[in-house]
């Protein structure tokens, strides 16, 4: 059972252009969260995401960001016209139905963002 | 809004030593407490998670404990190596739908 998969796993990006973050999660697991860890500082929560459903955005910057997990294939993270203060490690994380499992997450590898 | 906090903020030990830290929360409703150990340049990985008053989890030399009434667990670890210098973040869910919070995590250094 493979692990999150996050891709790429390094990012290199020029001010104003577009990134895009991808998480896929475990087999089985119907929930994602996508989280930021700016230089210094811990794990800041951005959203969190059912299939085809945002549950909760209340940590994502209100423009220029925006998070998606279809139906099929993986969650993406998108980030419009960067700036230098994006650049962060972006770690997605997925868990089983949140009662099967008191919703323990696992993390993946993480995205690391350069903006130039 | 729930807040989970985390004391102390970085700890450092002698190869050897003891110690523990704590993870607070408010007692209202509760449904479930997660720690996790995050190793610079990694990700986080889960150590325990804790859902009942009183529980009482072990990992090798760690262990936690959870007391729901007064919201709080401690994270024990009994002779510390230097491979378990990492930061460890405790995280919680008030109720069965909602996002996990994490709190500010404690950073420990082994120092040989």
């Known amino acids: 059972n493979a692990g999150v998969m996050q891709n790429p796993r390094h990012l290199v990006r020029r001010r104003g252009q577009e ?6 999660p475990m087999k089985g697991h119907s929930h994602v969260y996508w989280y930021r860890q ?3 500082e811990g794990l800041k929560f951005m959203v969190y995401l059912q299939k085809e459903n ?10 220029r960001f925006s998070a998606e997990f279809p139906k099929e294939g993986p969650s993406i993270l998108r980030i419009q016209q960067v700036v230098r203060g994006d650049s962060a490690a972006y770690f997605c994380a997925s868990s089983p139905p949140v009662k099967s499992l008191r919703g323990e997450q696992y993390f993946g590898p993480g995205t690391r963002l350069t903006v130039t | 809004i729930l807040n989970v906090e985390q004391s102390p903020q970085s700890l450092h030990v002698q190869e050897g030593d003891s110690t523990n830290f704590t993870c607070s929360f408010p007692s209202s409703n509760f449904y479930a407490l997660h720690w996790y150990r995050w190793e610079t340049a990694k990700s986080p990985e889960a150590l325990f998670v804790m859902t009942l008053n009183g529980d009482e989890k072990k990992k090798g030399r760690i262990s936690a404990t959870l007391n729901t009434k007064e919201g709080y667990s401690y994270l024990y670890i009994k002779g510390s190596q230097p491979e378990d210098s990492a930061t460890y973040l405790c995280a919680v869910l008030k109720t069965s739908y909602d996002k996990v919070i994490f709190g500010p995590g404690t950073s420990l250094s082994v120092i040989p």
């Open chain 1, 19 to 24: 990134a895009r973050l991808r998480c896929s």
């Open chain 1, 54 to 63: 945002i549950i909760d955005e209340s940590g994502m910057p209100k423009e």
């Open chain 1, 38 to 40: 700016l230089p210094e």
